[in-house]
Structures are given as structure tokens and as C-alpha cells.
């Protein structure tokens, strides 16, 4: 670990943001799962959330998400309902990417709220029962042939939205991690390699100094 890696790991970690999530129901192709993956971690996204394709397992593609997926942790669900619930009765304001009576273009809401915009799979889109169970409907305004973008790149055009309202609003200019939190996860991104073996073994990760060297006998 170079000190120039570890300040860069700190700048990336005191700007993440816990309180905005994307929550993908059954996205099934790999490049726009991890495109999606990409765009979360260049705007500070901590952690994704999905239901896997009904194949079981979550989808990857080394050469779309520049290795975002080792940056944004994936937390799997069930089923998309429950997932919604799940991220509300957490304090999360679910909107879902879906065209109804009720939809209000994407740049309405207030994304300085603890938010996580509901992606549908790639043919289907949200389900109706998705789309009701979410707090609001967002659509982005389309004035061509087309009717609906890419997941990836509706993704990319509603979090760089979120983005923008959070940097307005200075959530960017100091850490919304917790103290411990913060820690913990710079150990993981400094040390991948050695981080499991203190979890398998149930220790407590070692402290690290300014530089991101291991302190020895010290614990976080």
C-alpha cells in the first residue's frame, strides 16, 4: 500500500453515500449490470441492491464496470417487493423508472433524501406491482422515435441527477459515513487480500496509520 493509493481511497470513502442506492429487478445482461455498477461508484453510491435474474445468479462483466463491482457492494433480495419495503421501512424514498398516470420527470424529486431508484430488467421494465409499491414513478422526457433508454444509461441519467442536488447541497464536502464504518471499509479496500482472513479467523482488522501501513497491535 503506497500512502498516494491510501489518500485516494480516503478521498473516494469521505464522499461515498450511504443514503443513495439503485435497486435492479432481474437485470439480466452483464454489460448493463455492470455499466450500472460503473456509474454508482463514480457517484459515490456505497451500496447496490438487486434481485437476481431468475437464472439465481447476479451477472458480471470485467470489461464494463472498470472493476466498480469491487468498489459498490451488492446486496441480493428475493423479490422486488419486498425489496421495496425493505428499503423503505429503512427510510429510503424508492423511485421506480416506470411510465403511468402518476409518473413526474426524474429531476422532481429530492434526491438529497435517502433515495433508491428501482431499475426494471432489460424487456419488461418495473412491474405494475413494483411500480405501485415504489413512492414515485420518474420517467425521463423522450422527444424521439424511441420510447425508453437503456437501463444502464436511464441509471446513469437519474443518479448524475442525484449527483447534482447532492453537490448542490454539500453532501459531497464532508463524510456521511460513520467513523467506524469508514475504517473498516478502508481496511477492506487497502488490504482485499488479507481482510478475509481476519474475518474467517473472527478477529478485529488491524488499525492502519496515515499512510495506510498496518499498525501492529492496534485493532479498529
Given at each position: ?32 449490470f ?13 451500496r ?44 429510503f ?15 422532481q ?46 441509471a ?53 496509520d ?11
Amino acid at each position: 500500500m503506497t500512502p498516494e493509493r491510501y489518500a485516494k481511497i480516503m478521498r473516494v470513502l469521505a464522499q461515498r453515500q450511504p443514503t443513495l442506492s439503485v435497486l435492479m429487478d432481474e437485470v439480466n445482461k452483464p454489460h448493463n449490470f455492470s455499466a450500472v455498477l460503473r456509474t454508482c461508484d463514480a457517484v459515490g453510491v456505497l451500496r447496490a441492491h438487486a434481485v437476481p435474474p431468475k437464472s439465481g445468479s447476479l451477472p458480471t462483466y470485467e470489461a464494463t464496470s472498470g472493476s466498480a463491482h469491487k468498489w459498490v457492494e451488492v446486496q441480493t433480495h428475493k423479490e422486488i417487493v419486498g425489496a421495496v419495503r425493505q428499503l423503505q421501512a429503512a427510510g429510503f424514498q424508492v423511485l421506480a423508472t416506470h411510465l403511468s398516470e402518476q409518473s413526474m420527470d426524474y429531476r422532481q424529486p429530492d434526491y438529497t433524501r435517502p433515495t433508491a431508484v428501482l431499475l426494471g430488467a432489460e424487456k419488461w421494465g418495473v412491474s405494475d406491482e413494483a411500480a405501485r409499491a415504489a413512492d414515485h414513478n420518474i420517467v425521463i422526457p423522450m422527444l424521439g422515435m424511441v420510447q425508453s433508454l437503456n437501463v444502464s444509461v436511464a441509471a446513469a441519467t437519474i443518479l448524475f441527477e442525484a449527483q447534482r442536488q447532492r453537490l448542490t447541497a454539500g453532501m459531497y464536502a464532508q463524510p456521511q459515513l460513520e467513523a467506524a464504518e469508514l475504517a473498516r471499509l478502508a481496511f477492506e479496500w487497502s488490504y482485499p487480500e488479507l481482510a478475509p482472513l481476519y474475518r474467517e479467523r473472527g478477529e478485529r482488522y488491524p488499525a492502519m496509520d496515515a499512510a495506510g501501513q498496518i499498525v501492529r497491535g492496534d485493532e479498529l
